[in-house]
């Protein structure tokens, strides 16, 4: 039996379902002792939500928390412009970490326990967050994981072209998060739910981002017609601190969100952070999709449906992978005409439908079996050192 630590060291709880639902099912089995250790409540709060009691009474709920001197006091400075608990956690709870056969996690700041701390022995497993195409996500730093699990073939060859991982490392497990919240939809309450609903969902990311430069413009648009209903759900990060810092691009960039006439509009959602606008409630009640390089249009082509996406940063976009997802509808420079733009793209979506389809097939390999329990056996059988299922 194989100690398996699911680690959820985030701010927000939108990387929670690409790993929690892989946790319950090896939790299921029985085979291996599984911890789940998180260092917010509200992370805490979400997994017990989502995972239900007979599940959760197979499992080990740790909170994480920071031990060293100095460590408080540095995340108290910093914590305002960056997730700096977040990296604390690790040089704090090195025992913790030493005392498992694997790490399972969504993100890859927790290469640091190799990297800088030494664990050589510790297996760490990469769920990966979301099936999108930027560069960040296949770069060098995947190849420092043992087993890196993907959803697709568009994913498991770029992370071979790109980053350099071997096909031992790799396994093609499908969408767990589908597992999880596939059936998840938005209960609205717009006056005229009739009307086709848009899900304007912008990056946080000043550098790839619509909203700096184009949101308030998008969020106006919204106001002065009678012909959609609007759910604004940006990335969740986009408004978790006054400034937003980047690393891969590297920006900053002081966010406001929008203000009390905006939230006051029956026509219009906000939702600036809540667990619904990462569980594909959103996604799923959707009719059309506007947005930039985030990779829940993924999500939300699952059914294939009319898509637009604003290049405000005016990205030659046409042959870079980084913007493989921007061949699913129409790409606009501004927000100017929105509306008429939003038509054409609903009157012209059976031209984007085929090539709509073509991206889903790439990136997500789905079967009958629910990809939760394959990557169980994924992991399961790389723990025992059988041939890999990727």
């Known amino acids: 039996m194989k100690r398996i630590c699911f680690l959820f060291n985030h701010d927000q ?12 099912a090896l939790a299921a089995r029985g085979d291996h ?43 108290g400075a910093l914590e305002r412009l960056v997730p700096a608990t977040k990296l604390l956690v690790y040089r704090d709870n090195l025992d913790f970490f030493a005392s498992f056969d694997a790490v399972v996690v969504s993100e890859k ?23 999108g195409d930027r560069a960040i996500g296949f770069n060098r730093e995947s190849a420092g994981f043992d087993l890196v699990l993907v959803s697709g073939p568009k ?12 096909p031992e490392q790799i396994a093609l497990v499908g969408y767990p998060k589908f597992d999880l919240c596939a059936d998840n939809r938005f ?47 940006p990335h969740v990060m986009l408004f978790e601190r006054k400034w937003v810092v980047t690393l891969d691009p590297p920006s900053l960039a002081r966010v406001t969100p929008p203000g009390p006439e905006v939230r006051a509009d029956p026509r219009i959602h906000i939702d600036t ?16 999709y506007l947005g930039d ?8 082509l699952r059914t294939p ?63 009958d079996r629910p990809s939760a329990e394959r990557a169980a056996d994924a992991i399961g059988a790389f723990l025992e050192g059988t041939p890999s299922l990727g």
């Open 155 to 166: 994913i498991r060859d770029r992370l071979m072209a790109e980053a350099g991982l071997k």
């Open 33 to 75: 002792q599984i911890v789940l250790a998180y260092v917010k409540d509200a992370i805490r709060d979400e997994i017990v939500r989502q995972a239900g009691p007979a599940l959760l009474a197979r499992v080990e709920l740790v909170k994480l928390g920071l031990k060293r001197g100095g460590s408080q006091f540095l995340a």
């Open 273 to 288: 952070g809540s667990a619904a606008s990462s569980d594909m409630s959103y996604t799923n009640r959707a009719d059309i």
């Open 13 to 24: 709880t939108h990387q929670l379902a690409h790993s929690l639902p892989i946790a319950l």
């Open 305 to 367: 449906r009319p898509c637009l996406f604003l290049n405000s940063h005016g990205v030659a976009w046409q042959d870079d992978p980084n913007y493989l997802h921007w061949r699913a509808g129409p790409v606009l420079h501004n927000a100017d005409g929105l509306l008429d733009a939003i038509d054409a793209a609903v009157a012209r979506h059976s031209d984007y439908a085929p090539i709509q389809q073509a991206l889903i097939d790439a990136t997500f390999s789905l079967s």
């Open 187 to 233: 209960a609205d309450s717009f006056p005229t739910p009739e009307r086709p609903t848009v899900l304007y969902n912008p990056h946080p990311s000043p550098k790839l981002s619509s909203w700096f430069k184009h949101g308030a413009a998008v969020i106006e648009a919204f106001r002065q017609q009678d012909r959609y209903n609007l759910i604004f759900a």
């Open 293 to 300: 390089v985030s990779s829940q249009v993924y999500e939300f």
């Open 109 to 131: 700041t927790t290469l640091l326990l190799k990297s800088r701390y030494g664990l050589n022995d510790l297996k760490l497993i990469h769920t990966r967050h979301g099936a």
